[in-house]
Structures are given as structure tokens and as C-alpha cells.
């Protein structure tokens, strides 16, 4: 029996699948990396808003195919930061009625850089005002002071620090009062805060967040989209931002694509967070909608 003719076809064959393969016939598109698909996600809806929504969309399909669990998780996220300019409501002065008056509710008090010399700056004693009026509304809620040292002049100075002294200076008893004084941005008051509550303070479910009411919302988006980010799965975080409550400054604002830093901070990318913080990324860069 002859075996010369079947081998020389079976060589042709596999020449001609190498062929094809080289020529991408019937190769597999390379699926991209889960934190680029991120970040594009992220940035697009930070630069184009509501006009991002079909890319948004595509992105996320996209993002599904990598990794259906993240997918899940950041499009809670969007969903979240969708509503947190437009459609939270601000609470002047005090926390509203209507929350648990017990540990499981938590203040958070986000800070606000120092004086060079480790003194507050009004705008920080202006907040404290706001989280003092709450913490005696709520006498049996937790308050956490957030903020590290941004004192030029005084390294040991910080802001949480500052803000506990403060309170407790003004009558707020000092076991109520939890200290997170390594952050310093908006995204690392979120990241801290959640390591010392998942580890001292499992029973705070519920945070109502104090601040300027420029920062309310993003400060709300960061904590919302940590506990998602956080959660044992997709849907189901443990904690929850119900509240809030601000003094009104007379100026300030935080742009869409700060809080797109700030959620980029969140999924790891410090360098790429800061760049858009300082605005040197060049958003020129982002592919077309269409």
C-alpha cells in the first residue's frame, strides 16, 4: 500500500493552515486588557458625558467578555456616577431625618488641606460645623475623620487629626470618633476608610457623607464605588452611602473628569489617576465615539 500521496497531503494541509493563520484567516481577534477597557470606560464618560452612552455601552460588552464579575461591578459603577451630578439631593447644614441613631450609621467627614503651618483652614471648620450639628442629631452614630498630612511646615500635623481634636474640643465624646489619617485624595479617604470599617467596625452598613457641597458628589461616588468594588460579589455590597449633608461654599467645583481620576484611582492606576488630576492626560488622545 502506498503512503507517499496521503503524507504529501497531509503536509500540504498543514502548509496551508500555517498560511491562513499567518494571513488572520480564522484567527481569533486579542481580546485587551480589563483595566485599559476600564479606563477607556471611565474617561470616555468623563470627557463626553451622556454623548459616551452607546461607546459606554460597547465598552462594557467588551469589558464582559474579559471579565463578566468587573463588568458587572463598573457598570453599577456608571450607573451610580450617572445619577451623583445630577440627581443627588444635597442636604444643607445637618443630616435629614429619617436615619438609623445607631453605629451602624457612620458620619464621614472628608478633610480639606491645612493651613502650611498644621492650622485648619476655615472651610475645614466650616464641614465640622456641619458633622458636629449631625453627630448630636445622631448621637449614637460613628464619625470618621479622614485626611492625611498636608501641612507644609508641620509633618505631623493632619487633617483627620486636626478634625478629631476639634470635635472633641466641641463636645463630641472621643470613642465615637475614628481616625483615618493617611489619605490624601478623595479616592484614598474612600480606600482607607473601608480598611478600617471591614476590620474595626463591621456593624457601619450605612455612611452619610459631610463635606463642601461642591465635593458631596464625588465623594459619594468614590464610597458608593469602593463598597462595589469591595463587595464578596457583583450587586451585593456590604455598605452603602444612604446620606450626606454640606456647607454651602461660596465657590468650588470638581469636574466629571476629576471624579474619572479619582474612579481610575480606585481600580489601581495611581499614575494615570494623577495625570488627570494635575491635567496632563491627554484626553485629545480618546478614540472617536463613533
Not at 478634625?163 to 463630641?172: D, H, K, T, V
Request: with cysteine; hydrophobic share 40%; charged share 25%.
Amino acid at each position: 500500500m502506498k503512503t507517499g500521496v496521503p503524507i504529501r497531503f497531509l503536509c500540504l494541509l498543514l502548509i496551508l493552515s500555517a498560511v491562513c493563520l499567518c494571513a488572520g484567516c480564522g484567527q481569533k481577534e486579542e481580546k485587551r486588557d480589563r483595566q485599559a477597557i476600564i479606563e477607556e470606560l471611565v474617561v470616555d464618560y468623563g470627557n463626553y458625558g451622556s454623548e459616551a452612552e452607546d461607546h459606554i455601552q460597547a465598552l462594557l460588552k467588551e469589558l464582559r467578555s474579559v471579565d463578566a464579575d468587573a463588568a458587572d461591578r463598573w457598570n453599577s459603577i456608571m450607573t451610580v456616577w450617572k445619577t451623583a451630578n445630577t440627581e443627588l439631593t444635597i442636604h444643607e447644614c445637618v443630616l435629614p431625618d429619617g436615619l438609623p441613631n445607631t453605629d451602624e450609621l457612620c458620619i464621614v467627614a472628608l478633610g480639606f488641606q491645612l493651613n502650611p503651618d498644621g492650622t485648619m483652614r476655615d472651610e475645614l471648620r466650616e464641614r465640622l460645623a456641619v458633622v458636629k450639628a449631625s453627630a448630636e442629631k445622631y448621637p449614637h452614630a460613628l464619625i470618621v475623620c479622614t485626611g492625611g498630612g498636608t501641612a507644609a511646615e508641620d509633618e505631623s500635623a493632619t487633617e483627620a487629626g486636626k478634625m478629631a481634636e476639634w470635635l472633641i474640643e466641641n463636645g463630641i465624646a472621643p470613642e465615637r470618633i475614628i481616625v483615618e489619617d493617611r489619605s490624601l485624595t478623595t479616592a484614598q479617604n474612600a480606600i482607607y476608610t473601608y480598611d478600617i470599617l471591614t476590620e474595626r467596625y463591621p456593624q457601619a452598613k450605612q455612611l452619610a457623607i459631610v463635606s463642601s457641597d461642591y465635593h458631596i458628589a464625588t465623594g459619594a461616588l468614590l464610597f458608593e464605588a469602593e463598597a462595589i468594588l469591595r463587595a464578596e460579589k457583583a450587586g451585593s455590597p456590604a455598605v452603602h452611602v444612604v446620606s450626606n449633608a454640606a456647607w454651602t461654599a461660596p465657590s468650588g467645583s470638581l469636574s466629571t473628569m476629576f471624579q474619572a481620576g479619582a474612579l481610575i484611582e480606585l481600580s489601581g492606576d495611581v499614575d494615570t489617576a494623577f495625570e488627570i488630576y494635575y491635567e496632563t492626560y491627554d484626553i485629545h488622545e480618546l478614540p472617536p465615539l463613533s
